[in-house]
């Protein structure tokens, strides 16, 4: 297959995972986080094993397609059910540590994958990588729970629970617009989080004259930085600002626009410089990130919502990822190499994201938002 037959398939899975996002938001309200996360869990399975059998265009496109939508179900439902089990004072460390899954989740399964690429080829990578994904089925299937009433429990946060007989949605569009806000935010994060990860090994290896795997290693300083970022601002927020995320967030956010502002001021001329901003980028990136797609998806409503609001918030989110991926190419192209025009829209980027977060800050002073 060509380059860009490639790019079209990583394209279709982007925008499955968006579209699944907004329909995961539906179906957990409905179904719960439990069946849709086992049927999410199961459906990925599959297309990974049909992943390893593949050998046409067509096949593959399909089944990457499908898995978006499978891999859109973990996200909210996890969070869904994190919000029911935890309390807000406690709910920032404790999704803070659960947020750096996708960091070493995404290490450990390259190194997983890699190791069997060489010692059972392409099919037997792909079996071993859904033999891991189906004990996980197993751990959910046996040990989740919804939330602490499904084993007899009382519910952590009785007060945030509201009788669906009482009539009265939740839905109200002091909600709906606190969505779109953090909506809005997280546009911007996944933006240039999806741009970074995508691109950085590219224009190490062709700007800066790496070697390749030297650019993915030095690429690798991101995640790196970014795990810190997201415990450090989760601790933060619940023992420093009492479980407040919008304040914490914002700090983080100022900070991330300073690393892309250097990133597109120097980081073009110094491999040093890029490395830098890099870091700074991916501390202060992953912070905000997890607390406003996490912990922050619980609270703008209550955990009666939970599900449905980490699904729009990280399916608005996922949009952002989508117009990276269309975006980023053509202005590398148009500047015949040069980075200054990508690194200018990171930083557009991010200041959409500050400037949606002190909007949703006002709200919050006003008593209008929950964060």
């Not at 990974?48 to 399909?62: I, S």
């Not at 079996?127 to 996980?136: D, E, G, R």
């Not at 699904?311 to 975006?327: F, R």
């Not at 990508?342 to 994201?353: P, T």
Request: aromatic share 10%; with cysteine.
């Amino acid at each position: 297959m060509s380059v860009a037959e490639l790019g079209e398939i990583g394209s279709a899975y982007l925008v499955a995972y968006a579209i699944g996002q907004f329909v995961a938001a539906g179906l957990g309200q409905r179904r719960g986080a439990r069946v849709m996360l086992l049927t999410g869990i199961g459906a990925s399975i599959v297309c990974n094993l049909v992943f390893g059998f593949a050998n046409n265009y067509w096949t593959l496109f399909t089944f990457m397609t499908l898995n978006g939508l499978a891999q859109a179900t973990g996200w909210p439902a996890v969070v869904g059910t994190l919000g029911r089990w935890t309390r807000r004072e406690e709910r920032g460390t404790v999704m803070g540590l659960w947020g750096t899954c996708y960091q070493l989740g995404g290490v450990a399964a390259s190194m997983w994958a890699a190791f069997w690429l060489a010692r059972l080829g392409v099919r037997g990578a792909f079996v071993m990588a859904s033999a891991v994904l189906f004990a996980c089925w197993i751990v959910v299937a046996l040990w989740q729970r919804n939330r602490p009433e499904d084993v007899g429990l009382a519910a952590l946060e009785p007060e945030a629970e509201e009788s669906d007989d009482e009539g009265v949605s939740p839905w109200t569009r002091q909600l709906i617009t606190n969505l779109a806000l953090v909506g809005a935010v997280y546009f911007g994060i996944k933006f240039i989080r999806y741009a970074l990860w995508s691109w950085t090994p590219f224009l190490l290896e062709t700007n800066f004259g790496l070697a390749v795997d030297d650019a993915g290693y030095l690429s690798t300083v991101f995640d790196l930085a970014g795990f810190a970022g997201v415990i450090v601002a989760g601790i933060a927020s619940d023992k420093l600002f009492r479980g407040r995320r919008t304040v914490p967030a914002l700090l983080m956010l100022i900070g991330m626009m300073v690393g892309c502002g250097l990133l597109a001021l120097v980081g073009g001329s110094s491999l040093f410089l890029f490395a830098a901003s890099l870091g700074l980028i991916g501390f202060m990136l992953f912070g905000p990130d997890s607390l406003l797609s996490g912990a922050g998806a619980v609270e703008i409503g209550s955990p009666r919502v939970a599900v449905a609001a980490a699904g729009i918030i990280n399916g608005t989110g996922s949009i952002g990822a989508v117009v990276q991926e269309l975006l980023v190419p053509r202005l590398y192209d148009a500047g015949a190499g040069d980075t200054g025009p990508v690194f200018a829209v990171l930083w557009g980027a991010s200041l959409l994201s500050l400037v949606a977060l002190v909007v949703l800050l006002v709200r919050a002073r006003k008593g209008h938002a929950a964060l």
